[in-house]
């Protein structure tokens, strides 16, 4: 290590090669939505601290606990963006834009600030792609959510990712249900910090995964059984559309998200590869969230996939998704007159769509053929001054070794060719 400082405490640095692999998966995470018609958003990475309040949820850890919150010059109180969900949907309120066809559909990618413990897979600044629906509450679009999801990996080649489904019922079937688990939980031996948490939201206790409490919970009374008959209506069609399209899902009436908007169909993707920070992805239905933020009252729904942890997931399988960013084509230059030349065939050779790169500096011929055998270049093409005068350039395959000289008129026509 060199240098005075250090990235800060839970973040860490993308950088090459490992940018490759990241780059690829972001992509890959993000071409379904892309190829689906959703529009791209980008919204400011903060936002009025009162947004994440209101539309995040006082009770989840994610706000109480682990936003970065300040005091800007104005005396505003502002948050780096926890998650995209929030901010996404201030943006369309904003622009009016669930006044014209709906659904809206948009996808975004961008970091998320969160003040947690930091450990593999868990940051202080992570990656999402993520995707928001507004005005449409066809279950349909439901499993076309988690289909684009399940794509993503896929695309991939990640084979260890299961997805967990549940539905989390509406206003009209989770008060009642709620109460039901609460008298539950009265009768349970719960130390003082768990009922603290129970009386915020009885449904986390749920997801609580110690022994002695996961034992005590195994007769709870779960939502599934409680559903009000629309949402019962909603999630049977919800799953039968995961059956069509072929996705499959395990039954997972325990799962609790982490954030309070959710509605019905709730989801989250895990890989078995890494850990406690299972959770490589997640969404859901937020049916009264825009409401809550000042809009009509349309549906939304939603997911947030984490490229971070995706990475770890491939790494865990130990698949390649990338090729380390090569060009193809060096150019060593030997000489002054040669070096300038240089100069506009790497031009050229880049405005003809081949990548290419070439020796800086007055490395020497040893030199610059190590730099060009380092690069990965397919092919090195050497410019020497009195090739320069003769109108030629030698092309060497570096992977053969084979060399041949070209006229300099005819060097972008004869790459191409020994490229294709
Ligand atoms: P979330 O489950 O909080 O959902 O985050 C989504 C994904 O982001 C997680 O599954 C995980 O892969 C990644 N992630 C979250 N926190 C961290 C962290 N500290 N370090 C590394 N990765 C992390 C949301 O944020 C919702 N906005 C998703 C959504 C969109 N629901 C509806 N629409």
Redesign the pocket.
Same mark, same amino acid.
């Given at each position: 290590m060199s240098g005075t400082f250090r990235a800060p405490k839970g973040t860490y640095d993308v950088l090459p090669p490992f940018s490759a692999t990241w780059l690829a998966v972001r992509d890959a995470l993000s071409a379904g939505p892309r190829l689906a018609g959703y529009g791209y958003v980008e919204t400011p990475t903060f936002e009025d601290t009162a947004l994440f309040v209101r539309g995040v949820g006082e009770s989840t850890d994610?706000v109480s606990k682990e936003m970065y919150t300040f005091t800007d010059r104005g005396d505003r109180s502002l948050t780096l963006r926890? &998650?995209?969900?929030a901010g996404v949907l201030r943006a369309v309120l904003e622009a009016g834009l669930e006044r014209g066809s709906l659904p809206v559909k948009v996808w975004y990618c961008g970091p998320?600030f969160?003040y &947690?413990q930091p450990q593999s =897979?868990?940051?202080?600044q992570?990656t999402?792609v993520?995707? &928001?629906t507004v005005g449409s509450d066809d279950p349909a679009l439901d499993a076309e959510v988690v289909w684009l999801a399940a794509q993503g990996y896929a695309r991939l080649g990640l084979s260890g990712v299961r997805l967990l489904l549940t539905s989390l019922g509406d206003a009209t079937c989770r008060p009642a249900y709620r109460d039901l688990l609460t008298n539950f939980l009265a009768g349970l031996d719960l130390d003082a910090d768990t009922r603290r948490r129970a009386a915020i939201n009885p449904l986390r206790v749920l997801d609580d995964k110690r022994p002695e409490v996961v034992a005590q919970m195994a007769e709870a009374p779960l939502l599934r059984d409680h559903l009000c008959p629309a949402c019962q209506d909603h999630h049977t069609a919800v799953t039968g559309y995961l059956d069509v399209l072929g996705v499959a899902y395990v039954d997972a009436p325990r799962l609790v998200?982490? /954030?309070d908007y959710?509605t019905r169909t709730t989801f &989250?993707?895990v890989h078995d590869g890494l850990g406690a920070?299972s959770?490589? $992805?997640? $969404?859901?239905r937020?049916d009264g969230l825009l409401a809550t933020l000042g809009g009509a009252p349309l549906a939304g729904? =939603?997911?947030? /996939?984490?490229v971070?942890?995706?990475c770890l997931a491939v790494a865990a399988e130990g698949l390649t998704v990338a090729e380390t960013a090569r060009c193809a084509v060096f150019v060593v230059p030997l000489g002054q007159a040669a070096h300038d030349a240089a100069v506009t065939v790497v031009a050229a050779l880049r405005g003809a769509g081949m990548s290419a790169d070439m020796a800086y500096g007055d490395r020497g011929l040893k030199g610059a053929m190590k730099a060009a055998d380092r690069s990965g270049a397919h092919f090195a093409v050497v410019l020497g001054d009195r090739d320069l005068a003769a109108g030629t350039v030698g092309v060497k395959d570096l992977r053969s070794g084979d060399q041949h000289d070209v006229a300099l008129s005819a060097l972008t026509t004869t790459l191409r060719e020994l490229l294709s």
């Open positions: 994610v926890p &998650e995209g969900t998320n969160r &947690e =897979g868990r940051y202080r992570h999402q993520g995707v &928001e998200r982490g /954030l959710y &989250e993707f920070q959770s490589v $992805g997640g $969404g859901g937020y729904m =939603g997911f947030g /996939l984490g971070d942890r995706t």
